[in-house]
């Protein structure tokens, strides 16, 4: 089973760090980690906390972006 988690913020890295360590100590798991890049620093430093790579960084933020356009990049990046 493959199981993709999407984090955008430092408070949910914070929140997910504990899952995903748990998640890749399953065998029948496999856990993908995406970041959004929504804010560049601030989630990756609490990941390195947790010892979680990111398999893929969307590079979605851009200056003044409007929370619907964060969200209509991010739906077209990932499909």
């Known amino acids: 089973m493959k199981i993709l988690s999407i984090i955008g913020t430092r408070p949910e890295a914070l ?3 504990p899952i995903l360590q ?4 399953n065998l029948a798991m496999e856990s993908i980690v995406c970041t959004t890049g929504q ?5 990756q430093d609490t990941l ?10 969307l590079a979605l ?3 003044h972006q409007a929370p619907d356009m964060l969200l209509a990049n991010l739906l077209t990046k990932l499909g």
């Open 48 to 57: 390195d906390l947790f010892k979680i790579t990111a398999d893929y960084d």
């Open 15 to 17: 929140k997910i760090g």
């Open 61 to 63: 933020m851009k200056n």
């Open 22 to 25: 748990s998640l890749s100590s």
């Open 39 to 43: 804010h560049r620093n601030l989630p």
